[in-house]
């Protein structure tokens, strides 16, 4: 959550949701269909595994060129 105790959302992608910034347009859906609340950290994250086991890493591949900018 932010500072104002909202729900992460992505900088450059405002469908992008919580601490593994999963896109609402293309999981929500199904995230809740296998009884995941993606806007909450626990399930965020249990999704995320979950996506990580059955699809890998793939979804979050896009996002590569933001990861460690500042090389640290």
Not at 11 to 25: H, L, R, S, Y
Not at 45 to 72: F, Q
């Amino acid at each position: 959550y932010n500072s104002a105790g909202e729900v992460y959302r992505g900088e450059v992608n405002p469908a992008d949701i919580g601490v593994f910034q999963i896109n609402e347009k293309y999981h929500l859906e199904r995230s809740e269909a296998l009884g995941f609340n993606i806007h909450q950290t626990a399930d965020n994250i249990e999704y995320a595994m979950w996506l990580m086991k059955k699809e890998g890493n793939r979804h979050w591949n896009w996002s590569k060129p933001c990861w460690n900018k500042d090389n640290t």
